[in-house]
């Protein structure tokens, strides 16, 4: 797909429903008792996964663009799989799921795409092997394809060494099937949509700090969710609003939950004009429109507890920082390096080749800003994130861009581009 300068960018863009809430919505919905209805639910490739592992678990799911009704059968209602889950390309669904599937009665193996047979697994095979679950990665790589055998669990106190939203879900669901209270630490808090939705669906659960408690016995039950928008998707068209002259965007019913809207204060840093209006709240999530304007960017540092707040966001931060003046400083990122592709290599790699002065760090990036980009052939490595990030990056850039497997925005915007166009002028 290929993408030129745009005039200017304006108007309105409603975001689809964010991702780890549908996921975690049809997730809890199906352990529940009763039928969970969810509007908004994200129709992205990742979360239909979620879905088709549900229904392979013996769950009835109605998937409607208007409402998705999923029939749980409470905590012990899941039946063993005939086939292999596959999570495609989903990290969430393949790590949540298998706390959910280690306190069975049954065995199940799980397995996905090329990227995901790549990615770490052993960060949730550890604490759920101490808990007392039969895993075992069928290749020995400690990444999936899985076997795991459903076991009685036992409470742990984990500390986990990275701050993973998926990883503590994955103990804490696993936490509901153990015969002792489950807490896990994080060094510093990830996103806490389960925690959210686990206490809205009736779950015994604590936070403190970094700590996160459940306890096990609690019945959960069929609750409403009203997903909203998802922030990680929302970053595209900050970004278009920000870099673009004479832009001016409104985006509307975005996810604002504190441990998720790092980008916001990041882009406030670099001296972003962003409002929030109409202010809400659905079950414990706020959200709210962004009115964006065109503004003049500074370089800034964004590490330590900051990274898990923007951590889906940091390739969209490095594309802005190539618009503003001075230097801009991404550290304690690790992770990025084992997301859907290696997002340190890849975003290095792409911008230079639009002509960004940038360089790959062992935890992060460096770039100096304010040297205009120009068009490339940029190659997506299949991530969303990525080709998200250069569709809006091509433009505020001189010349034609070309993004090489464009359509993997499926898996968290389908819409994507049809939504961007709508704004280009
Ligand atoms: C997610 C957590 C994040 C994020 C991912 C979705 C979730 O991963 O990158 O896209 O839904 O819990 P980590 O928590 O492993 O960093």
Redesign the pocket.
Known sequence: MKFTRANTCKGTVRIPGD??IS?RSVMLGAISEGTTKVTNFLQGADCLSTIDCFLRLGIQIENHAEETLIHGRGLYGLTAPESRLDVGNS??TARLLSGILAGQNFSSELTGDSSIQSRPMKRIIDPLSLMGAQMESLRGNGCVPLHIKGSPLHGIRYHSKVA????K?CILLAGLYADSPTSVTEPYL??NHSEIMLKHFGADLTSEDTTATILPGAKLTAREIKVPGDISSAAYFIAAGLIIPGAEVLIQNVGINPTRNGILKVCRDMGADITLLNRSCESGEPAADLLVRHSTLRGTTVGGGMI?TL??ELPVVAALACFAEGTTIIKDAQ?LKV?ESNRIQVMVKNLSAMGAHITATDDGMIIEGGYPLHGAVIDSRLDHRIAMTFAVAALASDGETEILGADCVRISYPKFYADLKNLIK
């Open positions: 991702k780890s996921h990290g969430t993973s939203a998926q990883v879900s990830s996103r898990p951590i889906d992770e997301k």
